[in-house]
């Protein structure tokens, strides 16, 4: 079995890509939900909103296992890739996934990337996987879930009303507003989870190219800051999946550490569920992934009504080590 690049991948083998992503998920439940076949086809298709590469491994008429490079960024950057390898639960103990990984590698070099990051699911063979291929664990993510109808309407409202003195709230849907991009990529920095592996700095242009990238694969980015005077104190993302079925995806949430202390977190975020409710009534649950190492965060969520689903692990390993 050969490893092939999916340079323009076809229906049909956008459609063999997504038979493999459905045993994967048959055979680990608990991972986030299954995307439909549409959503499926945005993501490997050339309006995706990131540089990507894709490969196979055909057996038969079927694809045994695929793997996808996002590269984010221009060519050359310090910032990492992003690999996700899915091979199917009757194909594993193959080698599949160390060939398809070997092709990544190529592809890393050539970008000139220094590193590559993956997430998995704990307790799935792709632990074990990674581990055996010179990647290290990074992170320990807290997958968590709010359902929407377990909110009362009357916690909101209290929160909103206990808003602190001195800020104010604004929103936007899409790409920062001009006034606001410098301001929101300070206020990027406060997040610490990722950035002693993430190797690149937060500028206008990075978080512009974030939201492209929402857009790119038809999704909806909505976004709600606390102002205290022209400073982002702090803010928060929603993503609502193109066709949503009905859950959302949180995004980044922080708090720039010299305005902490005043619950501006869980503010914002109250902020955004009334919007939410008003704006997109289809979203009826909030899936987020918290650093185990953040108590405060998960503390926010937990108030408002978050709860633990699973666990996942951010892995990362140096290009050079690679096969």
Known sequence: MDVIALDSPTDAQIREWHDVLAAVHAADP???????????ARLLGAGSGTRQQLWAVPDGGRFAAVAALRLPGEPGTDRPGEID????PSHRRRGLGRRLLTAAAEGLRADGRPSVIAQV????????????QG?????TLRGMLLRLDDVPPERISRLLAEGPAGYRLV?????VPDEHAAALARAKHAMVDFAEYDGASWDARRVREMAATVAGRGDDLYTVAALHGDVIAGFTEIVVPHGCAGRAAQYDTAVVPEHRGRRLGIWVKAAMLAWLAGERPGVREIETDNSGDNPHMIAVNEELGFR?????????????ALP
Request: one cysteine or more; hydrophobic letters at 35%.
């Open 135 to 139: 990647f290290e664990c990074v992170l």
């Open 85 to 88: 390898v899915q091979v199917r």
């Open 121 to 132: 699911l704990a307790g799935t063979p792709a632990v074990p996987f990674l581990e055996s």
């Open 171 to 175: 929103r936007w849907e899409g790409t």
């Open 30 to 40: 608990a991972a986030h939900p299954l995307p439909g076949p549409d959503r499926t």
């Open 308 to 320: 633990l689903e699973r666990e996942s692990l951010e892995y990362q390993a140096p290009t050079p």
